[in-house]
C-alpha cells in the first residue's frame, strides 16, 4: 500500500463528519468541482478546527512524520 493512501471513512471520522459511502459520496457531490485557486484546506465548508486538521496533517505528511497515523492494514 502507498504511504500516501489514505480512506476516506478514516479521513471523514477524523474531521467529525458521517462516514458512511452513502454520507461521503453526497459530501463529495454537494461540494464539487473545487475551484483550482483554492486550497483543500482553505474551503468555505470546513469549520476552523476542520481546517486547522487539514493543514497539519498536510505539514506532517510533508515532513514525513505522519507514518503512525496511517490505519492498520
Known amino acids: 500500500m502507498s504511504d500516501n493512501f ?11 463528519l458521517p462516514n458512511s459511502p452513502d454520507a461521503i459520496a453526497a459530501f463529495l457531490n454537494q ?3 473545487l475551484p483550482n485557486d483554492v486550497l483543500l484546506a482553505d474551503a468555505d ?12 496533517k498536510k505539514a506532517r505528511r510533508l515532513a ?5 497515523d496511517r490505519p492498520a492494514q
Do not use: C, K, N, Y
Not at 489514505?6 to 467529525?16: E, I, N, P, S, Y
Not at 465548508?45 to 497539519?56: K, T
Open 6 to 16: 489514505f480512506r476516506f471513512h478514516d479521513l471523514f471520522a477524523q474531521l467529525g
Open 64 to 68: 514525513g512524520v505522519d507514518s503512525t
Open 31 to 33: 461540494h464539487r468541482p
Open 45 to 56: 465548508f470546513w469549520d476552523e478546527s476542520q481546517a486547522q486538521f487539514i493543514r497539519e
